[in-house]
């Protein structure tokens, strides 16, 4: 099983920041299929990137995705004030595994 | 619009069954992978099944083998996962999530899991 490991567990950043997520799999992720979620408080998960670096329908550009093998970054730009939850990475390449989570909460 | 609706949630006693649906719309149901994804409370999210588009390919997380079964109506639009033999530790919302897109033999799922359920809550408890 491929073990995803995210990092910092919580951000706490100011509207306006720059926030750099960290996701890091246990091995390599093929064809990166990897992806990151957004979810706020009651809510369902909301795709953001998927294969790495594509963002999903809708999603503002202030996201983006990078990384490929083991080690993949989700940056939002400059936060809005609708961006602070909880961003959970998922591999989907060898069966399904997801990551614990960042919580990017308001500094 | 594109949606899907899970019910079925609800309180069951351990050792208990439930079946959990999720009706799917706006979007041509047949042609796509679906799974179910969990979440217990405050905790983070766990795939748990996976059914390929014609209900031929089926996987299961190893935490709900042999006590949990997904199938399909594809007729119906329609998503299913029996619970059976149901523990404390099964406690959390169920999520339904589209999965790739299969056509002509070929499927595609870079894209999977862009489309999610509201949830259903189920609680196993005493």
């Known amino acids: 099983e491929i073990v995803l490991t995210q990092s910092p567990g919580t951000l706490s950043l100011s509207p306006g920041e720059r926030a750099t997520l960290s996701c890091r799999a246990s091995?390599?992720?093929?064809?990166?299929?990897l992806a990151w979620h957004q979810q706020k408080p009651g809510q369902a998960p909301r795709l953001l990137i998927y294969g790495a670096s594509s963002r999903a329908t809708g999603i503002p550009d202030r996201f983006s995705g990078s990384g490929s093998g083991t080690d993949f970054t989700l940056t939002i730009s400059r936060l809005e004030p609708e961006d602070f939850a909880v961003y959970y990475c998922?591999?989907?390449?060898?069966?399904?595994?997801f990551g614990p989570g960042t919580k990017v909460d308001i500094k | 619009e594109v949606q899907l609706v899970e019910s079925g949630g609800g309180l069951v006693q351990p050792g208990g069954s439930l079946r959990l649906s999720c009706a799917a719309s706006?979007?041509?149901?047949?042609?796509?992978?679906m799974d179910w994804v969990r979440q217990a409370p405050g905790k983070g999210l766990e795939w748990v099944s996976y059914?390929?588009?014609?209900?031929?390919?089926?996987y299961y997380a190893d935490s709900v083998k042999g006590r949990f079964t997904i199938s399909r109506d594809n007729a119906k639009n329609s998503l299913y996962l029996q619970m059976n033999s149901l523990r404390a530790e099964d406690t959390a919302v169920y999520y339904c999530a589209r999965g790739g897109y299969c056509t002509g033999g070929t499927c595609y799922y870079l894209n999977a899991f862009d489309i999610w359920g509201q949830g259903t809550m189920v609680t196993v408890s005493s």
């Open positions: 998922q591999q989907y390449g060898t069966s399904y595994t």
């Open positions: 706006g979007f041509t149901f047949s042609n796509y992978e």
């Open positions: 091995q390599s992720i093929s064809s990166s299929y």
């Open positions: 059914i390929g588009s014609s209900g031929n390919t089926i």
